[in-house]
């Protein structure tokens, strides 16, 4: 069974980009970022296991000069906390440029409610410490009435490998961000087939929403700092004076 979507097109231009796993081998990165691919999505981690190709296609992305976001596949089977710290721990001061990606597609034989609380988590441990909601990866396959006003609230990444042009949305989404269009691709520097994205706007608004992704813990630190410098400019503008008369 799966669910009727409403179809949406892109709403402009839009960017190409990538996701890759261990599936797709050793990359040559260089050679993708030549091929005018802009950014890509790297596999991190299933459940608690890591990917064996991550800290390669991590390290390697980054050299290219590539806009990279990482995804997990998530496995309702584990604690969602536990499987946000493992790739907090994992990523440890790189989060990437684009937010952390949540991939749902398997109950993972367990029941609907356990995978959304489960999930949801996941995109609180991981967005308290990105200072950014991450992108939820869900398609068709959200069918299991696990829909919920909280993942709508994340950034959508769906698959729909329709020949219209225009990607099915799923039920609690208004639109999405990122589109994975065929799981059949062909880049440069990568010898085996590869999933392909579109994200929905040009380069430049690619780049804008990376930046909000990197600024975020930034102007959150930024902020504390300033209350906090604030309350001791307070305590020795005033409590401190006042403490001096009553001596």
Known sequence: M????IRRCPAGASTLGIDVSAHQGVIDWQRVAQSGVRFAFIRAMEGMSIDRTFAANWAGAKAAGMMRGVYVYFRA?????EQARALLSLLGGDT???PPACDIETLDEQTASTLVARMQDWLSVVGSAVGRKPIVYSGSFWH????SPV???HPLWTPDYTQSGCPGVPKGWASWKFWQYTSSGSVPGIASRVDMNLYNGSE???RSFAKGSMLSP???WGLALLLLGGSYYAW?????????RLR
């Open 151 to 153: 993942f709508a609230e």
């Open 96 to 98: 990437g440029e684009l």
């Open 2 to 5: 799966t669910q009727n979507r």
């Open 144 to 147: 299991w009435n696990v829909s």
């Open 77 to 81: 089977r584990h604690d969602g906390g």
């Open 204 to 206: 430049a608004e690619l």
């Open 218 to 220: 930034l102007v959150k």
């Open 236 to 244: 020795r503008r005033f409590g401190g004076k006042s403490r001096k």
